[in-house]
């Protein structure tokens, strides 16, 4: 057990899922992961080891699964989590950005006072695909004045070549397919 790297356990846990949740897709299924204290705890590790925390105001995560990610490195960092969720979840003034899916379209919503200019944040979710979801989260971020210095995720599909869409901004993963 101790051989093996955090990045080849938390690979070890992580299931596929053939055809969900439709035909032609396989689903990473991190619910083991999630599951697992001892995975959760050197997942926070791994994936806080590339920031230094004197230099990160917040971390941002994104509905859902970023919340689990973001959570425990918000642990480890000792810094607040803001939250990135689907339209009409959050309460109060919120700043919002859509985004086209495969067919039609989604919005992300960030409360307005909850970042500012010249923040520096870490945005967070479980996984990269097209990287479409994090390229408007990020959108949304920067249109509050916030400076995102990284970008992090368990899981990366790197065939999908989603870190194309996220330009220059210095991007980590844990595990790559
Ligand atoms: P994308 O916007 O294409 O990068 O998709 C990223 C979001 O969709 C993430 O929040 C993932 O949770 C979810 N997602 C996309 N593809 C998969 C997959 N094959 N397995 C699990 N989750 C996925």
Redesign the pocket.
């Known amino acids: 057990m101790t051989d093996l790297t955090t990045a080849e356990r938390i690979r070890g846990l992580i299931r596929d899922v053939p055809d969900f949740p439709k035909p032609g897709?396989?689903?990473?299924d991190l619910c083991p992961v999630w599951g697992s204290g001892d995975a959760m705890a050197e997942l926070a590790v791994a994936m806080s080891a590339p920031y230094d925390p004197a230099g990160v105001h917040a971390l941002v995560g994104?509905e859902s699964?970023?919340f689990l990610v973001g959570t425990a490195m918000s642990m480890k960092m000792g810094k607040g989590l803001v939250l990135v969720r689907k339209k009409g979840k959050l309460p109060g003034t919120v700043v919002s950005r859509s985004y086209d899916l495969e067919y039609g379209q989604d919005t992300l919503e960030v409360q307005a006072n909850a970042l500012r200019p010249g923040m520096k944040v870490v945005m967070v979710?479980?996984?990269?695909?097209?990287?479409?979801?994090?390229k408007a989260a990020m959108a949304l971020v920067e249109s509050q004045g916030a400076e995102i210095i990284g970008v992090s995720f368990v899981v990366e599909?790197g065939f999908l070549e989603?870190r194309k869409a996220l330009g220059d901004t210095t991007c980590y993963s844990l595990v790559r397919y």
């Open positions: 897709i396989v689903f990473k994104i699964r970023g979710d479980d996984l990269l695909a097209t990287g479409g979801t994090m599909l989603g």
